[in-house]
């Protein structure tokens, strides 16, 4: 039954990748926008979703978590439809859309040639950081998760390997095996810290412990390396800015368990700044 699922699954987003690529950039990202604004709540516990933003963001009554759920639908209704138009970010079509502040700061890594983990949470349309970051020139590797629906998921691999980054990592205990692989390699990592992780610690996010992934910590307390953030907003629908930051400072005698804390304190700071631009319907307390 589940495979009949994905199979219609499937078929609808091929279908609609179709419509957007015959429709062109702008009003795919719109129809997109429209279509899990309308859809997206029947897929996803409307319940669950108002509830992880009012226990997360302070202040926040049942009326405003309801418009940023419907923001959040709306952005990862564009993010669908931009996966049709990810090959003209790659290549120098859709520079007029990116706005990169902080490139100075992967110019200077790519002449030094010391391997970083780049972090990020999903934002916003977060194949653009190691899409960019690879296209500065950087040698890279990037985590992944693969989708359940084991139809879309070879598409999606398709178009991560071929656009985004050719280096691709699955989640999970072997994928640590290949971090590390091509971190001694003198590949930089790129991650999102926002996913929940069965091998990760529990850590504070929100206020609450949730699973979390200790891989930059563990190569910044083995390599000495340096972690670099990313955060990815969208701008007016259809434009983005990429702010690079500068790397993150910690002493030799912090612990795995701070810094990861530490990470998670930069996330929700980044978050809260456009909470309808992160997914929420996502349980990380789970």
């Known amino acids: 039954m589940k495979i009949l699922k994905y199979f219609l699954e499937f078929i609808i987003i091929s279908i609609l990748f179709l419509i957007f690529k015959i429709i062109g950039y702008k009003f795919a990202t719109y129809t997109g926008s429209l279509i ?6 029947f897929f996803r516990s409307k319940k669950k979703i108002k509830s992880n933003i009012i226990r997360s963001l302070k202040n926040t009554d049942e009326k405003t978590a309801k418009k940023i759920a419907q923001e959040m639908w709306s952005n990862y209704g564009r993010i669908l439809a931009e996966y049709v138009f990810i090959k003209n970010f790659r290549k120098s079509d859709f520079d007029k859309f990116l706005n990169i502040e902080g490139s100075e700061i992967l110019e200077e890594i790519k002449r030094k040639n010391e391997p970083v983990i780049f972090i990020s949470g999903h934002f916003n349309n977060f194949e653009l950081m190691a899409m960019q970051i690879e296209k500065s020139g950087i040698n890279l590797a990037a985590i992944y998760r693969p989708l359940n629906n084991i139809f879309l998921n070879k598409i999606m691999e398709k178009i991560r390997k071929k656009y985004i980054c050719k280096n691709q990592i699955k989640k999970g205990r072997a994928g640590t095996r290949e971090v590390l692989s091509y971190f001694k390699k003198g590949h ?11 091998e990760g610690i529990k850590s504070n996010f929100y206020g609450r412990p949730a699973f979390t992934t200790t891989i930059p910590a563990q190569l910044l307390k083995k390599f000495k390396c340096k972690i670099v953030p990313i955060y990815i907003e969208r701008i007016d629908n259809i434009n983005f800015r990429m702010v690079v930051n500068k790397p993150l400072i910690f002493n030799e005698d912090q612990t795995i368990e701070y810094i990861t804390q530490e990470l998670n304190y930069w996330l929700e700071k980044m978050i809260s700044q456009k909470p309808g631009q992160w997914i929420w319907s996502h349980d990380r307390w789970k």
């Open 188 to 198: 930089s990592i790129a991650l999102m810290i926002d996913q929940r992780v069965s």
């Open 36 to 41: 899990l604004t309308l859809c997206g709540p």
